[in-house]
């Protein structure tokens, strides 16, 4: 039978041989090698993203988890609203999504249009809204001295807004808009 050998391990003063770390230990004791390059990346300002409903800019707060999936199979809900375009799978989770331009009275939306689904938070607090195009990173934000008119159905969920290359966007609270919008719905 062959002989198993087990491999040699660098010998430290301060650890056994055959005796494991905790991840965050073994991290400490990284030493780069001395030809690679090390670089630091310090990130002055944190970043935003910002996504369109028809001509209108939103911005998802700070914090929130967010993620865009393509169009999924809806299941739709009888007798909901127009608005709530019904349910999808996600990962598991059934997760409501709505159609903001119905909701803040835009236009409809173009056929050929490419569908993508924005899903706000995880879990069962996940909402998902369809969306023109992927949000977009967004900096240097400059605050705007006064809200311009919003859609009735927003006021209450922008309390400020910014703007950057002539755009507007409105720093959106997503989790009170739909507990209300739902709750309206049930109405």
Same mark, same amino acid.
């Given at each position: 039978m062959d002989e198993i050998k087990s491999c040699e391990q660098p010998r430290h003063a301060d650890v056994?041989?055959?005796?494991? /770390? /905790?991840? +965050?230990?073994?991290?400490?004791? =990284?030493?780069?090698?001395t030809d690679m390059l090390v670089t630091a990346v310090v990130v002055k300002e944190a970043g935003r993203y910002g996504f369109k409903i028809d001509t209108l800019g939103l911005l998802i707060q /700070?914090? +929130?988890g967010s993620e865009v999936v393509q169009?999924?199979?809806i299941w739709t809900l009888p007798g909901a609203p127009p608005w709530l375009m019904g349910l999808i799978n996600l990962r598991g989770n059934l997760v409501p999504v709505f159609e903001l331009r119905q909701v803040l009275g835009l236009?409809?939306?173009v056929a050929d249009e490419k569908a993508l689904i924005l899903i706000f938070d995880q879990g069962?607090?996940?909402v998902g809204i369809v969306?023109?195009?992927f949000p977009k990173p967004l900096l240097a934000l400059s605050p705007l001295p006064n809200l311009p008119q919003l859609p009735t159905a927003l006021s209450g969920h922008v309390h400020t807004g910014y703007v950057k290359d002539q755009m507007i966007w409105?720093? =959106?609270d997503h989790s009170a808009f739909f507990a209300?919008?739902?709750?309206?719905?049930?109405?």
């Open positions: 056994a041989t055959g005796e494991w /770390l /905790l991840p +965050s230990a073994a991290l400490d004791r =990284f030493e780069p090698p /700070l914090g +929130s169009m999924p199979k236009g409809q939306r069962d607090k996940a969306i023109d195009d409105l720093e =959106f209300e919008l739902v709750g309206a719905g049930e109405r």
